[in-house]
C-alpha cells in the first residue's frame, strides 16, 4: 500500500474541471491584433472552419483578479475575433489556473503535411465527403485530392522519415518519380541538411542516375536529355562549395545562437507577465510588436511564423 505522505506534493492542475460559458466581449486579450490580420489565409480559414463546422479548440482564459466577471484571453484571439465577425456573442472556454500566455502560442507542434494528409484520409474515412474539408477548410476540393493522394507512390520507409518535417506538397511529387531506395536516400539527406525545400529536392532529382528513377526520362529529339552530365557534375561541385561555407560558420555559430536563444527567453518571461504585457500595451506599443514579434520566431535564424 503507497504511503502518499511520502510521495510528496500532488501536481497541481494546469485547468479548472468545468469550463465555462463567457461573453466574447468580456474576453480581454493579451497582445494586439496586428493590421491586416483578418486578411490572411489563415484567418479567413479560421471564419469558414466555424461557419461549416463550429468552433473545434476551446479558448483559453483566465478570471481577472480586479474585475469580476472579466477574463484575460490566454489563447484563442483569432478564434475570439472570427466569432465576433460571425455575430457570436458567446463562447465556451477552458480556464486556466495560471496567466501566462506563453504556453499556450509558443510551446505547441504544429500540423506538418504528412499528419494533415492522414487527418484528411481518417476524415474521409468516417465518412466525411471531400466538398465538407474543403469548406470546412477554405480550400479548393481538388487542393483536398491532391492532400489525400499525396503519399501515393512514396515509400513507407521515406513516409516515416519526413512525417515531422515541414515538407511541402511538391517535395513528394518529385519524391515519387524516384525509386524507393532513392526515396529513403532522399530523405535521409533533407533531414542531414535540414533542408526541405522543393528546390533541394529539385536537386537530389536531378542528380539521380537514371537507374534510380521510377520513369527513364525521355530523349528530347534533338538526343539530348533533360539534365546533362556536365549539369550534374556543376550541381556537385556547388554542392560542395555550399557544404564548405556552412562548415566556415560553424565556429562562431553555436555562441551566437546561445545568446539569441537565452535572449528570446528572457523577454518570453516577460510576456508571460499579464502586467508587463499591459503596461507595454499602454505605453510602449512599439516595444510590445517587436517582442511578440521575436517570439513567433519558431527557430533562430527563421524569419517564418505560424503562431496564432
Request: hydrophobic letters at 40%.
Amino acid at each position: 500500500m503507497i504511503d502518499h505522505s511520502e510521495v510528496g506534493p500532488r501536481v497541481k492542475l494546469a485547468f479548472e474541471r468545468e469550463s465555462v460559458v463567457a461573453n466574447v466581449d468580456d474576453l480581454v486579450p493579451l497582445r494586439m491584433l496586428r493590421p491586416g490580420t483578418k486578411d490572411t489565409k489563415k484567418y479567413l480559414q479560421i471564419v469558414r472552419s466555424i461557419r461549416a463546422i463550429g468552433l473545434v479548440e476551446l479558448p483559453v482564459i483566465t478570471p481577472d483578479p480586479n474585475t469580476s466577471g472579466r477574463y484575460f484571453l490566454l489563447d484563442g484571439q483569432l478564434r475570439i475575433e472570427a466569432l465576433k465577425d460571425l455575430g457570436i456573442t458567446e463562447v465556451e472556454c477552458i480556464i486556466s489556473t495560471d496567466d501566462e500566455a506563453y504556453t499556450y502560442n509558443k510551446k505547441v507542434n504544429r500540423i506538418v503535411p504528412v499528419q494533415e494528409h492522414r487527418m484528411i484520409i481518417r476524415a474521409v474515412e468516417r465518412g466525411v465527403s471531400e466538398a465538407q474539408i474543403a469548406e470546412a477548410l477554405g480550400w479548393e476540393i481538388t487542393s483536398v485530392r491532391r492532400r489525400s493522394r499525396m503519399l501515393d507512390g512514396v515509400c513507407t520507409e521515406a513516409t516515416e522519415l519526413l512525417k515531422d518535417s515541414p515538407c511541402a506538397m511538391l517535395v513528394f511529387d518529385i519524391l515519387r518519380k524516384m525509386v524507393p531506395l532513392r526515396q529513403v536516400e532522399a530523405a535521409e539527406l533533407m533531414l542531414g541538411q535540414n533542408n526541405f525545400s522543393a528546390g533541394f529536392a529539385r536537386a537530389l532529382l536531378a542528380a539521380t542516375s537514371e537507374n534510380q528513377l521510377a520513369e527513364r526520362k525521355n530523349t528530347q529529339s534533338n538526343g539530348s536529355s533533360t539534365v546533362t552530365s556536365e549539369q550534374i557534375a556543376r550541381m556537385e561541385r556547388e554542392l560542395v562549395n555550399l557544404q564548405s561555407q556552412t562548415k566556415s560558420f560553424e565556429e562562431t555559430y553555436g555562441v551566437d545562437n546561445l545568446h539569441l536563444t537565452v535572449a528570446k527567453g528572457y523577454i518570453g518571461k516577460l510576456l508571460s507577465n499579464t502586467r508587463v504585457v499591459r503596461w507595454l500595451s499602454q505605453n510602449r506599443h512599439e516595444y510590445l510588436s517587436e517582442f511578440q514579434a521575436i517570439m513567433e520566431i519558431q527557430s533562430i535564424g527563421s524569419t517564418k511564423t505560424t503562431a496564432e
